[in-house]
């Protein structure tokens, strides 16, 4: 149990290329979806949260109209790169959590490759 | 300081022994703690969870507890090279009911065949 599926695994596409990844949990429904990312030999970092319905929550220091997050719903969660750039190259991860106190489920993440 | 606190290693141990990996927190409010397991290139993946003060065991893994000192352990025993990855501990954020945790920067560990 507890599967979150994310698409596509690895993208790789030109300057200035907006990129769309999804993110389901397969087998249950998800109070709430995170977006994290991560460079090489570096700890993960919290991106946003998304609660479905609603607005997403942006950790400091990220752009919200850089990276758009749509929260349709209950299973399904989108990450929008908009106009990215090499600099947005990196692991993005989502996972997905039935609330406070319970565990977070990782997708397999996003490899992002802005050339 | 920071929230979650791990040694970032490398830990290297040799086949067969036992790995200790720790975490110190710092919200005395905290009541959900986590282990992952994150192999190169790829996501964590959740190995074990614990809620209680003491032992919980899990096949090879025991996750360890002591709220009033403020640390979460993880043994893994009879160590094996397919255990070499980085172990990040979470911890879960008191406040609100969004589930967020929060993450220590991962021990790397290394078991040597």
């Known amino acids: 149990g507890a599967v979150v599926s994310q698409h596509p695994s690895r993208v790789i596409c030109k300057s200035g290329t907006s990129v769309k990844i999804e993110c389901r949990s397969l087998?249950?429904?998800?109070?709430?979806m995170f977006w994290y990312r991560q460079f090489p030999k570096q700890s993960l970092m919290l991106m946003a949260t998304?609660?479905?319905?609603?607005?997403?929550?942006?950790e400091q220091g990220v752009e919200k109209d850089k990276f758009l997050i749509n929260h349709a719903s209950l299973t399904l969660s989108t990450l929008t790169v908009t106009s990215a750039h090499p600099e947005d190259s990196s692991f993005y991860i989502c996972?997905?959590?039935?609330?406070?106190?319970?565990?977070?489920?990782f997708g397999d993440g996003t490899r992002l490759s802005i050339l | 300081q920071k929230e979650v606190e791990q040694n970032s290693g490398p830990l290297s141990v040799p086949e067969g022994a036992i790995a200790s990996l720790n975490c110190t927190y710092s919200?005395?409010?905290?009541?959900?703690f986590f282990w992952y397991r994150q192999y190169s290139g790829k996501s964590p993946e959740l190995i074990m969870s614990?809620?209680?003060?003491g032992d919980k065991e899990d096949g090879r893994f025991t996750a360890q507890l002591n709220k009033a000192s403020q640390y979460v352990s993880l043994l893994i025993r009879d160590s094996q090279p397919s255990d070499s990855a980085t172990y990040l501990c979470?911890?879960?954020?008191?406040?609100?009911?969004?589930?967020?945790?929060?993450f220590g920067q991962g021990t790397t560990l290394q078991v040597k065949p």
């Open positions: 996972s997905a959590g039935t609330g406070r106190g319970q565990p977070q489920h």
């Open positions: 087998d249950f429904q998800a109070t709430t």
């Open positions: 998304s609660n479905e319905g609603s607005k997403a929550t942006y």
């Open positions: 919200d005395r409010g905290s009541q959900s």
């Open positions: 614990i809620y209680s003060n």
């Open positions: 979470a911890v879960n954020l008191p406040s609100g009911n969004t589930g967020k945790l929060i």
